[in-house]
């Protein structure tokens, strides 16, 4: 598939979605997302409980998209060398060889992160931030399109590692995956239920509509959107008021201004339009912000959360016309 204009890029996100729907039910809105992170270069933080095809839906965006895709089940004994790998001696050669870790792909799915202890966790923070990692003090270069899904969940909270505020902030969105509809859910059970063995991708017929050429080019035509210094504005307004308000205890880095930008571009390209809107950052801001912000603790006695805070300050930022 080429990719020249604006219009290709949106006919690309259609397919992708199209692709991963044929395996994964109702989770058309959480693919564009993801599709919007790849096109940014940024990663997605899945949190949802167990059985909503978090797992499944990362092979299937991976298949369809052409990436290559490794998979981390995220363990209290995990080491940061079964991450990145490890140098080895090779007694044929007598010289150390590199062993290259699962994080040496294009779509890595990171299982239940927050169920490693910080020191593990912190191995990933170069390769999200620099798409690189350093083992022994030499620097590996990963792919430019290496991006990272993580997954959490959300219910259970015993032998789990919160993850810390810089790791948090490597990440684009922060996701929430919901349980279906009573529609959705019988045809999950339709589809699904018959089937005796794990489902994979190509069970279900996904089709690979894309390779690395094809998301390089998707990328560049991206980076032409038209940012104008209104929206520019209005994103700076909206990241400044949530350090100025006194529902939250910390606000939004400049990271999070940066990302929202560049989301709102992907979203705008996907949308076919070549330039960005007030509609783009309104859309994105809550899956930007909620894991970047801390509430007060006046503010979790009165029971708030933060979707609510994030929901009232974008109300009341000032939208340019």
Known sequence: MSIDTIDDVAKLGGQLRTEVAKAVVG????????????????????????GTAKTLMAQ???RAAGLGFGRIQFTPDLMPGDILGSNLFNFQTSAFTLTKGPIF??????????????????????????????????????????????????????????????????????????????AEERRIVAEHGGRFKAPAAGDFGVMQIADAATIAAAIDVVSKVRLADEIIDY?????????????LECGASPRAASLLARAACASAALDGRT??????????????????LILSPAAEIDGRNIDTVVDELVTATEVPR
């Open 27 to 50: 989770q058309d809105a959480l693919v564009d997302m993801i599709s919007i992170a790849l096109l940014a270069g940024g990663h997605c933080l899945l949190e949802g409980p167990p």
């Open 60 to 62: 299937c965006f991976a």
């Open 105 to 182: 792909t294009e779509l890595l799915l990171a299982d239940e992160i927050n169920r490693t202890p910080p020191k593990t966790q912190a191995a990933l923070l170069e390769a999200m931030q620099e798409r690189r990692v350093t083992i022994n003090g030499e620097t590996h270069t990963l792919s430019p399109r290496f991006t990272v899904l993580a997954t959490q969940n959300p219910i259970e909270q015993q032998g789990v590692y919160p993850l810390p505020e810089a790791q948090l902030d490597r990440f684009m969105f922060k996701l929430i995956v919901g349980y279906p509809d009573a």
């Open 235 to 247: 994103i700076v307004r909206l990241v400044r008021a949530t350090r100025a308000t006194a529902d």
């Open 275 to 292: 330039y960005t809107i007030p509609d783009d950052v309104k859309r994105l801001a809550p899956s930007v912000l909620r894991h970047r």
